[in-house]
């Protein structure tokens, strides 16, 4: 079965400071994969996905980046994080189409 | 492009029912549904394909009405374990848009004893 696996579970980054967050899918090849982020309380903000390798699609203009250097690898990227970054990050992958999705379990970023 | 989700809370007695609604702008290649705990990752509950298409595990279960690009989740008898938010995904087909997965706002159920 596919597995998401996203770490760290929680950060705390100054501001201004880089980040990289990084996403492995295991048990499927070529998945379709996913960067959301949630504010507390609220729903589910696709950042970025990507049907493959080094096929990006950005849907929210901001500082953030996404890379996928293999086709199971998925990194969220910025060069200088702002207060309004903090969030809770979700991976996701999938084969897309007639499947669901999997979840890895998420990064808590606190930006101060 | 977001799915739009109603309503936004709902708030039940153990035992009682709930459908939650999603509705799209534009036609839809599939409807997933997810329901996440506080502080957790969204977890599968189901994923609709066709126009019409209908299904169910346990008293929890989902439609899909192409045509108007809808799709409800019925929750029947809810236990104090259905709490959570739910999450609809939609898939769009085709173009540019393709492999894409968006989520509507989320609707927060809350069972009490």
């Known amino acids: 079965s596919q597995t998401i696996h996203q770490w760290p579970a929680t950060l705390v980054q100054p501001v201004g400071s880089p980040l990289s967050l990084e996403c492995t899918v295991e048990?499927?090849?070529?998945?379709?994969l996913y960067w959301y982020r949630q504010a507390a309380g609220r729903g589910l903000q696709l950042l970025f996905y990507?049907?493959?390798?080094?096929?990006i699609s950005s849907e929210v203009p901001q500082n953030l980046s996404a890379s996928r250097p293999q086709d199971r690898q998925f990194i969220l990227s910025s060069k200088k994080l702002l207060l309004s970054d903090s969030g809770f990050y979700l991976c996701?992958?999938?084969?897309?189409?007639?499947?669901?999705?999997?979840f890895g379990q998420g990064t808590r970023l606190t930006v101060v | 492009q977001q799915p739009v989700q109603s309503p936004q809370a709902v708030i039940l007695r153990e035992g009682e029912d709930a459908v939650i609604n999603c509705s799209s702008s534009?036609?839809?290649?599939?409807v997933h549904w997810y329901r996440q705990k506080h502080g957790e990752a969204p977890v599968f509950l189901m994923i609709?394909?066709?126009?019409?298409e209908q299904k169910g595990h346990d008293k929890i279960s989902a439609s899909f009405n192409e045509k108007k690009q809808q799709s409800s989740l019925y929750l029947t008898a809810s236990q104090l374990s259905y709490s959570g938010t739910y999450f609809c995904?939609?898939?769009?087909?085709?173009?540019?848009?393709?492999?894409?997965?968006?989520f509507g706002q989320g609707t927060i159920l809350t069972v009490h004893p």
């Open positions: 996701a992958g999938g084969r897309g189409g007639h499947t669901e999705a999997f």
């Open positions: 048990g499927t090849s070529n998945p379709n």
């Open positions: 990507s049907v493959g390798i080094g096929q």
């Open positions: 534009k036609a839809l290649y599939s």
């Open positions: 609709l394909l066709k126009g019409g």
């Open positions: 995904g939609t898939e769009i087909p085709g173009g540019t848009s393709y492999g894409k997965l968006t």
